[in-house]
């Protein structure tokens, strides 16, 4: 299937690459000319401007968006919808507020455009792992695009089938979902990356424990000096909290065990916000989700060795760089 991809950052040029590798044709995008040229170089047809990439695309055009949330994917779903016709469809993958997707939707209805949010995780490492799709919409657009998808999720690989699941959806068995109406993606995307700021937060303060648990404050008797990479990758291994978090953890701490490279200062992505944010509207109580999102909010003023383990978690996932220490 030909397909249209504009932004070429960490995630959208190598969506593209797992898309070719899989036989889809590619038209790329990118403000910074050469991303498109590098894909060009690659494989996919090198646009020069949306105009261009419109052009060379045939109906009904697909156009995936792998941009910043906000002003940037509003700017460039305004544009694409003055030059796509009906039948033809936006697919919006970034991490954009779910509440922006349902008048976005709306809009483009009366011109025939369809609109699909899309929450798309699984990092720098998407390439080869798959990504996780978390798809809202129309669901005949979403069964037209299941090519797509598929080439794009992981697929059911080692892990074993849920007991119980027999007769159900299979997508979700393969790392991708149809999660309901427009907003439904970016929801459940959100929702995924608010508990992801917990399970980090988690590893954060159960290893700074592990770290002073030799502090001079404590009795002589009761310190311990503990290896923590060794303590990692051990508990990669059989353990109940094994994750791929904690694969990263372990990797960063085999190579920098005190981490002194990283300075403890933890973005947040906005989605943890919006979490939160649902969560007062929901009236859930969200204790955990919440406290490690003002965690975060500290970690700008003072820094701990738990914030540098966030740290090194989000770049082995993402590749976000945080300030060096």
């Not at 040229?37 to 060379?56: F, H, I, N, P």
């Not at 305004?78 to 709306?106: C, M, Q, V, Y």
């Not at 427009?182 to 980090?200: D, P, Q, R, S, T």
Request: some cysteine; glycine content about 12%; proline content about 4%.
């Amino acid at each position: 299937m030909q397909i249209g991809i504009v932004g070429l950052g960490r995630m959208g040029a190598n969506i593209a690459r797992r898309l070719m590798r899989h036989g889809h044709d590619c038209v790329v995008f990118d403000a910074d000319l050469q991303a498109s040229l590098t894909l060009g170089k690659e494989g996919a047809t090198s646009a020069a401007a949306l105009q261009d990439l419109v052009r060379r695309l045939k109906p009904p055009r697909v156009v995936w968006l792998m941009l910043p949330a906000g002003d940037v994917t509003a700017k460039a779903v305004e544009e694409l919808s003055k030059l796509l016709a009906a039948d033809d469809t936006i697919i919006d993958g970034g991490n954009s507020f779910w509440k922006d997707d349902i008048p976005r939707a709306k809009a483009l209805r009366p011109r025939g455009i369809h609109y699909l949010d899309v929450g798309t995780s699984g990092g720098v490492w998407g390439l080869e792992r798959g990504y996780c799709l978390m798809i809202g919409g129309e669901s005949q657009v979403v069964e037209r695009l299941d090519t797509i998808f598929r080439a794009l999720a992981p697929g059911a690989g080692e892990i074993v089938p849920t007991p119980g699941r027999e007769g159900h959806d299979p997508r979700p068995g393969k790392g991708y979902l149809h999660a309901g109406p427009n907003g439904a993606g970016h929801f459940v995307k959100m929702i995924h990356n608010g508990i992801e700021y917990g399970l980090m937060q988690a590893y954060a303060e159960g290893f700074d424990i592990l770290k002073h648990a030799g502090d001079e404050a404590l009795p002589t008797e009761h310190r311990l000096t503990l290896n923590l990479a060794d303590i990692a990758e051990t508990w990669r291994r059989g353990s109940v909290i094994t994750s791929w978090l904690l694969d990263l953890t372990a990797a960063a701490l085999a190579e920098e065990g005190d981490l002194a490279s990283y300075s403890g200062h933890v973005a947040d992505s906005g989605e943890g916000r919006w979490t939160v944010m649902a969560a007062v509207e929901e009236a859930v109580p969200a204790d955990v989700l919440s406290a490690a999102l003002y965690t975060r909010f500290r970690s700008r003023q003072e820094h701990t060795f738990a914030e540098k383990i966030l740290s090194a978690m989000r770049k082995g996932f993402g590749g976000h760089q945080e300030p060096k220490a």
